[in-house]
C-alpha cells in the first residue's frame, strides 16, 4: 500500500470512532434528559393535581432552603407535603435504586462472563429475604421500626458475599464456581425462609411475601442520600476499574500478563457490586430483572465498552424503573401495585424478544 492509502485508511478509521463516540454521546444525553421528563411526569402522578414544573420548583426549594430560600416563590403547605413527603420520595429513590441495579448487572456479567448473572446471582436478594422473614415473623432486629426491617435486610443479604470474598482470599475461585455457590446460597436461604413463613402468622407471612416483589411504598427522603453517594462511590468504582474488566474479558491469563491484578479486580468488583445492590434492596426489597435487562439494552446501542456501558447503564436502569413505578401508581389507581411485579411483567417478554431476535443470537 502507499503512503496515500494508509494516510486514507487511517483518517477513515479515525472518522468512524468519531462516529461511535458520537453516537456513544447522543444515546447518554438523550436518556439523561428523557430521565428528567418522566421524574416530571411521575410527579404528576396521583389524586391531587399538580404540574411538572411546580413539583420540581417545591423540590429545588426544600433542598436549597438553607441557601436560597423561596428561589421559586412561596408555595403552600399541602403543596410541600405532596411533593416532599409523597411523590418526591417514591420517584428520587426508583431512580436511584434503578440506576444502581443496573450498574450491579453491568459488572456482574462482565466479571463473570455469564450474560445471566447479576448480583442476585450470589444470593443476595435470598439472604435479603431471610432478614425481612426474621423483622416481619419473629420481629428480630437490631432497631425498631422502618429501620430495623433495612439493617435486617441489609446485614443478611452481605451474608453469601462475605463467604464468597473469605474464599476469594484464600484460592483462585473461576467465575463458574462462583455462580454456583451463589445458586447454592439462593436454595438455602430459600429454604430457610420457606421454614420461618410456615410458622408465622398470616399477616406476617403476608408482609413478607409482598416485600420479597419489591416496591417502592416505604421510600423516604432520607434515603436518597445515602442511594445518591452509593450512586457515585459506584460511578466512579466503575469508570476506574472499567478498562481493566474490558480486558478481563479476554480471559485471566491474558489480562495477567498485560499487568491487571485479576484477584483483586474481581474481587473488588464482586464487593461493590454486592455491597450496593444490598443498599438498594434493603430500601426497596428485591426488584427484579432491571438489573438483568438493562445492561443487554444498553450493550446494543453503545457497545460493550465499560466506560460507556457502566453509565449508559445506570441511565437506562433509572428509566425503567421509573415507568414502571409510574404504571404502578397509573393503572389501577388509587391502588398501588408493587413495583417489582411491573418490572417483571414488562422485562420478561422484552427480554425474550431479544434473546430469540436475529441480532440476540448473532451476540
Not at 477513515?12 to 418522566?38: D, G
Amino acid at each position: 500500500m502507499s503512503s496515500e492509502d494508509i494516510q486514507s485508511t487511517i483518517e477513515s478509521e479515525k472518522q468512524k470512532i468519531l462516529l461511535i463516540k458520537s453516537r456513544r454521546v447522543t444515546y447518554l444525553a438523550v436518556t439523561i434528559v428523557a430521565i428528567f421528563l418522566v421524574m416530571g411526569y411521575s410527579f404528576t402522578v396521583g389524586s391531587s393535581s399538580m404540574t411538572a414544573s411546580t413539583a420540581y420548583k417545591i423540590l429545588i426549594n426544600q433542598l436549597f432552603a438553607g441557601i436560597w430560600p423561596g428561589l421559586f416563590g412561596e408555595f403552600s403547605a399541602n403543596e410541600i407535603f405532596i411533593v416532599m413527603d409523597l411523590r418526591a420520595p417514591r420517584v428520587l429513590v426508583a431512580a436511584l435504586i434503578g440506576a444502581i441495579l443496573a450498574i450491579g448487572g453491568c459488572i456482574m456479567q462482565s466479571i463473570l462472563k455469564n450474560p445471566l448473572a447479576t448480583p442476585y446471582t450470589l444470593g443476595v436478594s435470598s439472604g435479603a429475604c431471610v432478614g425481612a422473614s426474621l423483622y416481619y415473623i419473629f420481629g428480630i432486629s437490631i432497631v425498631g421500626g422502618t429501620a430495623g426491617l433495612i439493617t435486617n435486610t441489609f446485614i443478611c443479604s452481605l451474608i453469601p458475599v462475605a463467604v464468597m470474598m473469605i474464599a476469594i482470599t484464600r484460592r483462585n475461585v473461576s467465575p463458574v464456581t462462583l455462580v454456583l455457590s451463589g445458586v447454592a446460597f439462593s436454595y438455602v436461604f430459600s429454604s430457610l425462609n420457606s421454614i420461618m413463613q410456615y410458622f408465622g402468622d398470616d399477616s406476617a407471612v403476608t408482609n413478607v411475601v409482598f416485600w420479597t416483589i419489591g416496591d417502592l411504598t416505604s421510600s423516604d427522603m432520607w434515603m436518597v442520600p445515602i442511594l445518591a453517594i452509593a450512586l457515585l462511590v459506584y460511578l466512579v468504582y466503575g469508570l476506574i476499574f472499567g478498562k481493566d474488566m474490558d480486558i478481563m474479558r479476554m480471559g485471566d491469563d491474558t489480562a495477567s500478563s498485560l499487568g491487571i491484578n485479576v484477584k483483586f479486580v474481581r474481587g473488588s468488583a464482586l464487593i461493590m457490586a454486592c455491597f450496593m445492590t444490598a443498599v438498594a434492596v434493603a430500601c426497596a426489597g428485591p426488584i427484579g430483572f432491571v438489573c438483568l435487562l438493562a445492561p443487554h439494552i444498553c450493550r446494543k446501542l453503545v457497545g460493550s465498552d465499560m466506560r460507556w456501558l457502566i453509565p449508559m447503564s445506570a441511565c437506562a436502569g433509572s428509566m425503567l424503573l421509573l415507568i414502571a413505578d409510574m404504571i404502578a401508581k397509573s393503572v389501577l389507581a388509587p391502588v398501588m401495585l408493587p413495583v417489582g411485579a411491573i418490572t417483571a411483567i414488562l422485562g420478561a417478554p422484552v427480554m425474550v424478544y431479544m434473546l430469540y431476535s436475529k441480532r440476540g443470537l448473532r451476540s
